[in-house]
């Protein structure tokens, strides 16, 4: 549905605009949705709006943990990271996230969302593929959502992305797990970071 309520200030050669929904009119350059504070540009080569800043995300980090998960079973056995201290942004409409690596949909904000993983496994003291994956509400990660690494005392560390689309309802939330292939032992997760967007799609 086309933007309503549409209001516009003049600076120079510019258009700013402000309204209810996404914009799909022309003559602007600059649109804020007022529903979500969600800013977009006019992107003149195609006429498309495209948006640039989105109060609707959120994230959660790991930056040079040391500590280290004990994995005494393999895979489908799935270990939680909730134990280690993340950092992380709630300055957001849609999300809250925590100290324990959590994002939590808030009321009123069911809908898609795009999610990227980006971590580093870091070798111990036993080789073997490592895999990280998205929980949603606690469950065993979809195959859509894991990635996988091997590390060993030749390839020290290395690292594991992987992103894309999910429907989330108001409630839901969002988890890293971790995961030993075939053997058992200690790994560490040095870096990390999850970060989901509402979809302004």
Not at 153 to 172: H, M, T, V
Request: hydrophobic share 30%; net charge positive.
């Amino acid at each position: 549905m086309a933007a309503t309520n549409i209001s516009t200030k003049t600076l120079g050669s510019e258009y700013l605009q402000s309204g209810n929904g996404t914009p799909t009119h022309s003559n602007s350059s600059l649109f804020v949705d007022a529903q979500n504070s969600a800013l977009y540009k006019k992107e003149t080569t195609y006429n498309n709006w495209i948006p640039v800043r989105s109060q609707n995300d959120g994230y959660v980090f790991l930056q040079n943990n040391s500590t280290t998960i004990n994995c005494s079973a393999s895979y489908p056995t799935w270990y939680s990271l909730t134990s280690l201290t993340w950092g992380f942004s709630s300055n957001t409409l849609s999300l809250s996230a925590n100290s324990s690596g959590v994002l939590t949909i808030l009321p009123g904000q069911s809908g898609k969302y795009f999610v990227e993983i980006a971590s580093t496994v870091k070798y111990v003291a036993t080789s073997g593929t490592i895999d990280v994956g998205l929980s949603l509400n606690g469950a065993i990660p979809t195959s859509k959502f894991v990635g996988y690494t091997y590390v060993s005392s030749s390839k020290n560390s290395n690292g594991i992305c992987f992103s894309g689309y999910i429907n989330l309802s108001e409630g839901d939330n969002l988890r890293l797990l971790i995961s030993r292939l075939s053997t058992v032992g200690t790994i560490t997760l040095k870096h990390a970071s999850l970060y989901a967007e509402k979809s302004l799609i």
